[in-house]
């Protein structure tokens, strides 16, 4: 299983971008995926993330000015940044945690993306 992250980019404080990481691969199933960033110099950390039963969870950073939604027919996770800021430049990876299928076994699985690079300058 693979996830491939896009729309990252350059962008004023204020403005928005909107964030994807579509799943790919065979006999798999996805529980939870979620977002995560790292800055210059600092620790990766969640953002948000959504699970299986419909619930997410933010980072109190995020609270507010992100968004994450999920479609799960494509095994895709979706963030929308609003009301972006100088703080929230960082490298954002997807994260992916699910089941994967090899004839009766149930084999789970952790994945994360390559990363996008989402930077916050005027």
């Known amino acids: 299983v693979q996830l491939q992250a896009s729309g990252g980019g350059l962008v004023q404080p204020g403005g928005s971008l909107r964030l994807s990481c579509a799943a790919s691969?065979?006999?798999?199933?996805?529980?939870?995926m979620g977002w995560y960033r790292q800055a210059p110099g600092k620790q990766r950390e969640l953002v948000a993330n959504?699970?299986?039963?419909?619930?997410?969870i933010g980072a109190d950073s995020v609270k507010g000015r992100f968004s994450i939604s999920r479609d799960n027919a494509a095994n895709t996770v979706y963030l929308q940044m609003n009301s972006l800021s100088l703080e929230d430049t960082a490298v954002y990876y997807c994260k992916a945690y699910g089941v994967r299928r090899s004839g009766a076994l149930r084999l789970p699985f952790t994945v994360w993306g390559r990363g996008t690079l989402v930077t916050v300058s005027s």
């Open positions: 959504s699970f299986s039963d419909g619930s997410t």
């Open positions: 691969g065979s006999n798999f199933g996805i529980n939870d």
